[in-house]
């Protein structure tokens, strides 16, 4: 075999081995303790994430705390609020007009229609006005359940300052004036009985004096 037959036949040989494949180079960045860069890798594989820092631990353990007393002082606004809330309904309440309800009305003729009854007296002090409107709504009641008004409301009046509602009847165990004490409760009034023996037997009267304060 000559020279050039033997450099040809070595080319053959070589050129029947694919030449080697290198990965392109690889740059890999991440952040964060748990998120290191794993590529290219055999075999096990450990990673160890260091958590937060004992200075990060404790600015959030600040922050948490002052959240904390921020709804602390929030709990105690709302408190305070509901309480004044309370006080100013309270006020409104004792400054507003008494009036019968709706229902209390249409309890009252419904508990007294039919009852026994005598004519009623019904007397306010003079010039309140608020204590004149709220007979009037009582007398009305009394009107539709039957029970006769002896005058038009307004023209009985009372000397002084009485307050509340009094119930006057000779005889209070008697059979109208004991189903209209009892009536006039049921509904929500504070109703005093009076009895007074030397009173006329025939009428009951109904004094509805000035708001209790």
Not at 40 to 62: E, F, H, L, P, W
Not at 163 to 170: D, E, K, P, V
Request: charged letters at 20%; proline letters at 5%.
């Amino acid at each position: 075999m000559n020279a050039s037959s033997s450099l040809f036949g070595w080319l053959i040989l070589l050129s029947s081995f694919d030449p080697p494949v290198w990965s392109a180079s690889i740059l890999q960045h991440t952040d964060g303790s748990c998120s290191p860069a794993v590529a290219d890798v055999k075999g096990n594989v450990t990673i160890t994430c260091n958590g937060m820092d004992q200075a990060t631990v404790n600015k959030v353990i600040s922050l948490l705390n002052e959240i904390l007393k921020d709804r602390k002082k929030l709990d105690q606004i709302q408190q305070d609020l509901d309480k004044t809330t309370k006080r100013t309904d309270e006020i409104e309440a004792r400054q507003a007009s008494r009036r019968l309800t709706q229902n209390q009305s249409q309890q009252i003729v419904k508990l007294l229609t039919g009852k026994s009854s005598v004519p009623v007296e019904i007397s306010v002090p003079i010039g309140n006005d608020e204590a004149l409107q709220y007979a009037g709504d009582i007398g009305r009641a009394l009107f539709s359940a039957g029970w006769k008004i002896t005058k038009p409301i307004g023209t009985l009046q009372v000397m002084g300052s009485p307050t509340g509602i009094l119930l006057r009847a000779r005889d209070m165990g008697s059979p109208a004036a004991k189903s209209l004490l009892e009536s006039l409760r049921s509904v929500g009034l504070d109703v005093k009985p009076i009895e007074q023996p030397d009173y006329d037997s025939d009428v009951i009267a109904l004094i509805v004096g000035g708001k209790p304060l």
